[in-house]
């Protein structure tokens, strides 16, 4: 089940037509003489140094999309379609794949991690485990990722407004720009599957938003403390925001098309019992 490749190339151009234009340097946007490390705290250390990690491990997603929508597929429509998806795949990693680096010169150039080789072998550490999206089937892998881009703009966005360091919180401003644009795609492209299949990706949809974990969530050591101390550095931070997010676009997708109002509604309803989530309505 793969989008008319019309529908994919207006995303794509869509996407593309902004990130062209929305261009940052790793190396000389930021002022890193003007870093206050005194300003930090460790908690705050703390969270760059694990949102270092989950930037970092970009090889392995996009190595995970390039073996999922291969240029050498076996049919020449399915090549063309993964074709036209590169242009955002590309583009799209060459952004996370500057968070990464941003994050890691931070890092070094506020003295957290002074010596660059080091900090590049504890990062390869993490970025040598197996990743994997955990889903195949393309709306499901662009849920996943739907989620996962919510989820780093909400956090950078909710950190941001407690960092007092001046140059880490222009970099989070950068940062949460990016992943809102990011998310911004994969909403169009999940609603386009809405539109373009009706209610047989619903329970598709589904089974991604109960499912969903944050990468490394299963090869980080000792990741579920560090996930709780990072998410209590972001007051406002909330762990099931993208999925409440998502089950509100549903819904407006549901208002617009009165014949699948009702599995949406069915949906949402399953979603919000087995993940104990007693409103939605507060979401924007
Ligand atoms: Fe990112
Ligand atoms: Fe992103």
């Given at each position: 089940m793969q989008l008319p490749l019309e529908k994919l190339r207006q995303h794509v151009d869509n996407y593309n037509k902004l990130a062209d234009d929305a261009n940052w340097n790793r190396f000389k946007s930021l002022h890193w003489n003007e870093i206050r490390p005194e300003l930090l705290t460790q908690g705050q250390k703390d969270a760059v140094i694990f949102v270092t990690y989950v930037e970092d491990h970009l090889p392995g997603y996009f190595a995970e999309?390039?073996?999922?929508?291969?240029?050498?597929?076996?049919g020449m429509k399915e090549s063309?379609?993964?074709?036209?998806?590169?242009h955002f795949t590309v583009r799209w990693s060459l952004e996370e794949d500057r968070h990464a680096q941003a994050l890691a010169l931070y890092q070094f150039h506020s003295g957290m991690e002074p010596n660059r080789d080091l900090l590049e072998e504890k990062l390869i550490i993490e970025n040598r485990k197996p990743f994997s999206i955990g889903f195949s089937k393309p709306v499901q892998v662009f849920t996943y990722t739907l989620l996962q881009e919510k989820a780093t703009q909400l956090y950078y966005q909710s950190l941001?407004?407690?960092?007092?360091?001046?140059?880490?919180?222009?970099?989070?401003?950068?940062?949460?720009?990016?992943?809102?644009?990011?998310?911004?795609?994969?909403?169009e492209i999940v609603e386009s599957f809405l539109t373009t299949f009706g209610d047989e990706v619903i329970p598709l949809i589904e089974e991604v938003t109960l499912n969903y974990k944050m990468p490394l969530h299963n090869t980080m050591s000792d990741y579920r403390r560090k996930a709780i101390l990072m998410a209590r550095e972001a007051p406002g931070y909330d762990?099931?925001?993208?999925?409440?997010?998502?089950?509100?676009?549903?819904?407006?997708?549901?208002?617009?098309?009165s014949e699948i109002k009702k599995p949406i509604e069915e949906s949402i309803t399953r979603m919000m019992d087995s993940l104990r989530i007693g409103t939605i309505e507060d979401v924007v």
């Open positions: 999309y390039q073996s999922l929508f291969p240029i050498t597929a076996e063309i379609h993964n074709r036209e998806l590169f941001s407004r407690v960092v007092k360091e001046p140059v880490l919180n222009r970099l989070l401003v950068y940062l949460t720009k990016d992943e809102s644009r990011h998310f911004g795609f994969f909403c762990r099931m925001l993208p999925q409440k997010v998502l089950m509100r676009q549903l819904r407006r997708v549901g208002e617009r098309m």
